[in-house]
């Protein structure tokens, strides 16, 4: 079976690091690039080290049929139309997270996918980190028993020395503090927290310091989510306007233990001191950098499924869109002042 051919439209800092970890996954290779700026293929090959197809028309590059996939690494308002096009165009998808910053829009994308039968990776490739690999183990062994409360929290100060700050601080760009970067932590305590979310009330502020006041939205929110069928509630906080080190908080709280980020304590493993944390090694995710993310073992996920004809685990689009329909409905209960039930979007 030959290689799946990708295009990848949009060449900024993600979409290098997806260059990089492509050349690592067995199966696929990028092969080209639709950019607006003008490329000589000689020095992006001489860049990335493998050649590389230019295109600065992305009608043109969905047109090729030596591609096979789009991988759509551009600003978020851009991904609905890109996405759209594509998945008409007959091509399989990898899109960066935000799948969109409005609800008509994922759903928007959602038809398509649907009407062309494709596949479709987004990028929450956090669930594929071997931090949260090792959360859900814990999880799916019962070390913590019933869960009824966590707590997942991203604290990440996007100011003007993060690479994205000069477009991320538009509203129509950036969208919300989950749009642009909180949705990590809300689709990690969805992956946690088996089941659906029933309501959300979320509430948001912004920082007064100089660093984020340019930014057309409020920079931080806090979201409590009610599940269905029980009384299990969770809370996630979006903070891009801390000054602070990179922080992704999680905290379980089970009938039989809690999980605090890499440390656990847990009555069914004898011997354990209640009054103290046990360490988990592992590799946390503790950085912004998308050079740090675990995007090798999802991208290798995505495309042995497409060799087998199924849809993919943990990032398929279907699992992501109520990750975003959660999002949406937070943003909506802090826009309007009241409790947001998921039935409400449909």
Known sequence: ???????????????????????????????????RRAHDPKD???????????????????????IDIIDICTPHPFH???????????KHLIIEKPISISY????????????QQIQACVCFECRFSKHFTMIRSIIDQDLLGHLHYGEVDYYHGIGPWYGQYDW?????????????????????????????VEEVTSYQTKSKGKYFKPYEYQTTSVTLLKFEGSERLAKVTSCVDCLQPYYF???????????????IYSDKISGMNKDKWSTLETALIDSGDVSDHPYEPQFQAFIDSL?????????????????????????????EGRTVKLSELS
């Open 307 to 335: 060799r087998k004809g199924e849809k993919m685990p943990l990032t398929d689009f279907d699992t992501a869109f109520t990750t975003h329909q959660v999002v949406f409905a937070a943003d909506l209960s802090a826009q």
């Open 44 to 66: 992006l090959e001489a860049q990335y080290g493998i050649p590389l197809k230019v295109y600065n028309d992305f009608e043109q590059m969905i047109a090729d049929p030596e």
């Open 104 to 115: 008509d829009e994922a759903k928007r994308i959602q038809t398509a996918i649907q009407a």
């Open 1 to 35: 079976m030959n290689d799946y051919n990708i295009g990848i439209v949009g060449l900024g800092w993600v979409a290098g690091a997806h260059i990089e970890t492509f050349k690592n996954v067995t199966g696929a290779n990028v092969t080209a690039i639709c950019s």
């Open 168 to 196: 991320n601080i538009k509203k129509d760009f950036g969208g919300s503090s989950l749009l642009t970067a909180g949705c990590h932590a809300l689709d990690a305590l969805l992956f946690f927290m088996d089941g659906a």
């Open 80 to 90: 609905p139309d890109q996405a759209v096009a594509a998945a008409e165009a007959g």
């Open 249 to 263: 908080h999680v905290h379980l709280v089970g009938s039989d233990g809690s999980l605090l980020d890499n440390r």
